[in-house]
């Protein structure tokens, strides 16, 4: 993971989901951006890139809202902007899912995930990321092969 939180803000950190074949450095430049302006940033690899193991968008699902989300939300106590790229779209809406401002205030927590910014990304209906198939009417396009 890479972290650069800034003491005492009260300014929402921004978690960067990079995409299925990026690694946290593609977004040095922009953390840096962010970082001048006072904002914190977190990034990490997701446990599907650069694996030969069966890693499901479930797995890297739960890294997300597990590893990168509740940590800033819960422990550092900051808001969250989320910025996903490409297939990380996917697993970081529906790691998301839940974290908002109405839901996290049900539970009595006070810091949530503001918006969400996609760049690129693959998104799925109902936001859980699980049935990418559904957005093509429940059917692969012919030249989209499943293995």
């Keep these: 993971q890479q972290c650069m939180l800034m003491d005492n803000s009260s300014k929402p950190v921004f978690v960067l989901v990079p995409g299925a074949a990026q690694t946290p450095s593609h977004y040095a430049y922009l953390q840096h951006l962010l970082l001048r302006e006072g904002y914190g940033t977190?990034?990490?690899l997701l446990p599907s890139v650069g694996t030969g193991d069966k890693?499901?968008?479930?797995?890297?699902?739960?890294?997300?809202?597990?590893?990168?989300?509740?940590?800033?939300?819960?422990?550092?106590?900051h808001d969250v902007i989320l910025i996903s790229y490409s297939y990380g779209g996917l697993p970081a809406s529906a790691a998301a899912k839940g974290l908002g401002k109405s839901d996290r205030a049900a539970e009595g927590k006070?810091?949530?995930v503001l918006g969400q910014i996609f760049i690129a990304a693959i998104l799925a209906k109902g936001g859980d990321g699980k049935d990418l198939v559904a957005n093509f009417?429940?059917?692969?396009r012919p030249h989209i092969q499943a293995d």
Excluded: W
């Design 42 to 44: 977190l990034s990490a």
């Design 137 to 140: 009417g429940g059917q692969l």
């Design 110 to 112: 006070t810091t949530s």
């Design 55 to 77: 890693v499901t968008v479930e797995d890297d699902t739960e890294y997300i809202r597990s590893r990168m989300l509740l940590p800033v939300l819960d422990n550092e106590n």
